[in-house]
């Protein structure tokens, strides 16, 4: 079940990206880990135009049984040519990654549906990837939920993929996934390690969250008390909502995954309801300043 769920997103694979990575996937590395991944029978991959050379050293792999999703990048301020640069960042996206379509095409910016003159050619454009065959399904990825619901007054998307961890609650509010689900949508839900911080030891974490190290005081010591690990507990938590349909977990080696492949602990479990925060300064990494 947990397994059917998994995609392996690559922004991780990245350079810098997140608390505990510094150096990035090398070619080897990445085939190393397509190999493991297709061994345990994980087949979906999350990734995005923007993410520089992550894509081209997918594409070295064999992805033939893999459902690929990636993101169109922030539509650029100044186009001449909206449909010539779209075609350029899809066509440049299905040689690099060595495939001929994608399962998902997400939008990487939701301001360019809402305040872009182009918005509505972009829209028209991942329409056509449809009707061609180039994406069986569209969406939008998201960091607020004002904007999407003003969006989705305009248009439609198949998939939505958004923030959701045991700090970060924010789709539980307001009947969002109520929401979201009226309007047949598969919710597909990142950074359920928060970067990596939900995964750091309490006295290990920067000093910059120092506002919030109660938290994460009551955080380590719940999954001591409940005899869990802090990654256990994190994708269980996403788990125990049924109408999520993916969960992108990012990884810093073969061990992570082989955790996290293992890790589902089959009982009810009564989450608290302190562990939780509504400050954007810790839930949205985008207001990090750690130096």
């Not at 990048?73 to 960042?89: A, T, V």
């Not at 507990?233 to 049924?242: A, D, P």
Request: proline residues 2%; contains cysteine; positive net charge.
């Amino acid at each position: 079940m947990l397994k059917s769920k998994i995609s392996i997103g690559t922004a991780s694979f990245e350079k810098g990206y997140g608390i505990n990575n510094s150096s990035g996937f090398s070619e080897k590395k990445i085939s190393q880990l397509i190999k493991f991944i297709k061994k345990n029978k994980i087949y979906s991959i999350d990734t995005a135009i923007s993410y520089k050379s992550v894509e081209k050293k997918l594409g070295k792999t064999n992805l033939v049984k893999f459902k690929l999703y990636t993101k169109i990048p922030k539509l650029p301020k100044r186009c001449k040519n909206l449909k010539n640069w779209l075609n350029k960042s899809i066509n440049k996206s299905l040689i690099d990654l060595n495939i001929k379509s994608f399962e998902g095409i997400f939008i990487h910016n939701i301001s360019d549906l809402l305040n872009h003159k182009y918005s509505n050619e972009l829209y028209d454009y991942l329409i056509n990837l449809k009707r061609k065959g180039i994406a069986k399904k569209i969406g939008v990825s998201i960091y607020d939920f004002s904007n999407f619901f003003r969006a989705l007054k305009k248009f439609k998307f198949d998939i939505v993929q958004l923030p959701f961890n045991i700090l970060d609650r924010r789709l539980l509010l307001n009947n969002n996934i109520k929401r979201i689900k009226e309007k047949k949508m598969e919710i597909h839900v990142r950074s359920v390690f928060l970067q990596g911080l939900l995964l750091q030891d309490y006295v290990n974490i920067p000093k910059y969250f120092k506002k919030q190290k109660k938290i994460f005081k009551i955080w380590e010591q719940w999954c001591l008390k409940n005899n869990l690990t802090k990654i256990q507990t994190c994708l269980n938590f996403v788990t125990s909502f049924r109408d999520i349909d993916k969960i992108i977990v990012g990884i810093n080696s073969i061990n992570d995954l082989e955790e996290i492949s293992n890790c589902l602990v089959k009982k009810k479990i009564r989450y608290p309801n302190q562990i939780y925060s509504n400050s954007l300064t810790l839930i949205d990494p985008r207001k990090w300043r750690i130096t």
